[in-house]
């Protein structure tokens, strides 16, 4: 089984989880997509959106992530158990699925870094259609892609809605903790894989005393999660403390290189 992925990516966190949860075998390989490797025409040509994650299991490939997150699911006995609602856990997965990580993630980055990396991502996709002719199309798409995120960060009703909803999210978390241990049931199901993440990219952002510790249950929930085994390999070895600064020095580095001598 192989598994496109990257520690950055939100996606991605969410289903390497999984993985680890149901302790599936898997051959990791890294696209990072902040120096544009999900560009390349290699990757590109197996998923023409350019998103990660991917999993692949022989000629399965799937793209998307509710769906590989099921699918991991069904390997084997069911994560949780006997222990996990199984129709919560499916309502929470569908809600957790509806929110945009990325519009809340950019609106709190600054303008500089996040302009930076923008920048040369697009300057890596028009290199990228030189390349590849016969991706051209795709490439197109992706570039209209990346001009639509920034009109977006540009409507307030929007961006609004994606922090409302990601309170409705948190609230309703707190409230459902208050009564179970984890948000389907007794048991870690694959709704917290999905939903760990949130709480991991509101830490890195360091928004927490805005978003986490003024709900108590959901504070508490957080320090227990954090102690997984799961956590420390998917997130924790990469952003807990000093290490969110190499992870993202190193990116950032690597990019104003390329950047230097323009190696798109």
């Not at 991605?12 to 999900?38: F, T």
């Not at 948190?170 to 984890?182: G, M």
Request: glycine share 4%; net charge positive.
């Amino acid at each position: 089984m192989q598994f496109y992925h990257h520690p950055y990516s939100f996606d991605s966190q969410k289903v390497r989880l999984a993985l680890e949860e149901k302790e599936v075998d898997y051959w990791p390989y890294r696209i990072n997509p902040l120096k544009a490797r999900n560009l390349d025409s290699d990757f590109f040509r197996i998923n023409p959106t350019g998103k990660i994650p991917v999993l692949m299991n022989g000629k399965h490939v799937i793209f998307n992530t509710f769906s590989i997150i099921q699918y991991i699911d069904s390997i084997n006995e069911p994560l949780g158990g006997h222990a996990v609602d199984r129709d919560k856990m499916l309502e929470w997965m569908r809600w957790i699925d509806t929110w945009n990580p990325k519009l809340f993630t950019l609106i709190h980055v600054p303008d500089k870094y996040r302009l930076f990396f923008s920048k040369f991502q697009r300057r890596a996709a028009i290199t990228r259609m030189s390349e590849s002719p016969d991706l051209i199309g795709m490439y197109r798409l992706k570039l209209q892609s990346a001009y639509t995120t920034e009109e977006q960060l540009k409507e307030k009703d929007l961006i609004n809605n994606t922090e409302e909803q990601l309170i409705e999210i948190l609230d309703a978390a707190e409230k459902q903790l208050a009564s179970t241990n984890y948000l389907a049931g007794g048991a870690f199901s694959m709704a917290d894989c999905m939903f760990v993440p949130i709480l991991a990219r509101i830490e890195l952002l360091n928004l927490s005393e805005e978003y986490i510790s003024p709900r108590l249950q959901l504070s508490d929930y957080w320090s227990h999660v954090k102690k997984r085994p799961s956590y420390h390999v998917v997130i924790g070895k990469y952003f807990s403390g000093w290490r969110k600064y190499k992870t993202l020095y190193s990116t950032y580095t690597s990019v104003w290189l390329r950047n230097l001598f323009r190696r798109y």
